[in-house]
C-alpha cells in the first residue's frame, strides 16, 4: 500500500512537471530560433571587406604583371585612355585588375590553348539562370571561346592577400572576349545599389563592377561567382 501510494504521488508530480518541461523546452527552441534569426540578419547587413588601399599603378607595373601572368601572349594597349582599371571585383577583400590587351604576333595559339594558365571567356555568351523559374533547364554547351587576330581582350587578374594583382602568388587569371568598349570605369557595388533601389532590378551583384558602353548601350561587367557576364 505504501508503494503504490508513493508511486501515485511521483505520477502525479510528472504529470504537473510536464506542462513546466513543455514551456523550457518551447522557450529554449524559440531562443534558439532568434539566435539564428539575430545572426543571419547580422550577416545579411555585415558590409564586405574592403580591398586595401594601395597607390595607383604606373606603366611599368601594369605590364610587368601582365608579363608575369601572360608572358609574351599578349600586348597591352597603352594608347587607350584609360588602358586598365582597379577594383575588388570578385568581392574577395583583395585589389584586382583588368587591363586592355591585344594578342601577340604569332601568339593565338599559346592563347586559345586549353592548357594556358588562364581562362577564355566571352561574358555576352555567359546564360544565368532564370531567378523566376524553380526548375532551371540546362543550357547547351557553349562553343569554346576563340581568340582571333585583331581582337582586343580584357585580361583580368584577380588578387591575393594585401597587396592583391601585385602579389606573384595571384594566380587566377582571365582574358575576356567582345568586353572592351568605351567610358570604362570602376564602381563600387555600393554606389551603383544605392541609386537603383526600388527602381531597377539588378542580378546578384558580388563585387565592383565595371561600367562602360559597348556596342551603343550602356552597362556593366560583373562577376557572377564563377565567371564575368554583361549586363545591360
Not at 604606373?58 to 610587368?64: F, M, T
Not at 577564355?120 to 543550357?139: I, Y
Request: hydrophobic share 40%; net charge neutral; aromatic share 8%.
Amino acid at each position: 500500500m505504501g508503494n503504490f501510494r508513493l508511486d501515485a504521488e511521483t505520477l502525479v508530480l510528472k504529470t504537473i512537471d510536464w506542462p513546466v518541461k513543455t514551456a523550457l523546452r518551447a522557450i529554449r527552441v524559440f531562443l534558439c530560433l532568434l539566435i539564428v534569426a539575430a545572426s543571419a540578419v547580422s550577416w545579411g547587413c555585415a558590409k564586405r571587406e574592403k580591398a586595401p588601399h594601395i597607390p595607383p599603378p604606373g606603366p611599368a607595373e601594369i605590364q610587368d604583371a601582365v608579363t608575369r601572368v601572360y608572358q609574351n601572349a599578349v600586348s597591352v594597349e597603352a594608347d587607350r585612355n584609360p588602358s586598365f582599371i582597379v577594383g575588388d571585383f570578385n568581392a574577395d577583400g583583395s585589389q584586382d585588375l583588368a587591363v586592355v590587351v591585344k594578342p601577340a604576333e604569332g601568339m593565338l595559339p599559346e592563347i586559345n590553348s586549353e592548357v594556358a594558365n588562364w581562362i577564355l571567356e566571352d561574358p555576352q555568351k555567359v546564360v544565368l539562370p532564370d531567378p523566376n523559374r524553380r526548375v532551371q533547364r540546362l543550357p547547351p554547351n557553349p562553343e569554346p571561346v576563340r581568340v582571333e587576330k585583331g581582337d582586343v581582350l580584357l585580361a583580368v587578374i584577380h588578387g591575393y592577400g594585401p597587396t592583391g594583382w601585385h602579389n606573384p602568388d595571384a594566380k587566377q587569371t582571365y582574358l575576356l572576349k567582345n568586353t572592351v568598349g568605351s567610358n570604362m570605369r570602376s564602381q563600387p557595388i555600393e554606389e551603383l545599389l544605392s541609386p537603383t533601389k526600388g527602381k531597377t532590378k539588378l542580378p546578384r551583384l558580388n563585387g565592383d563592377v565595371i561600367m562602360e558602353t559597348l556596342a551603343g548601350k550602356p552597362g556593366f561587367l560583373y562577376w557572377t561567382g564563377a565567371k564575368y557576364a554583361w549586363y545591360h
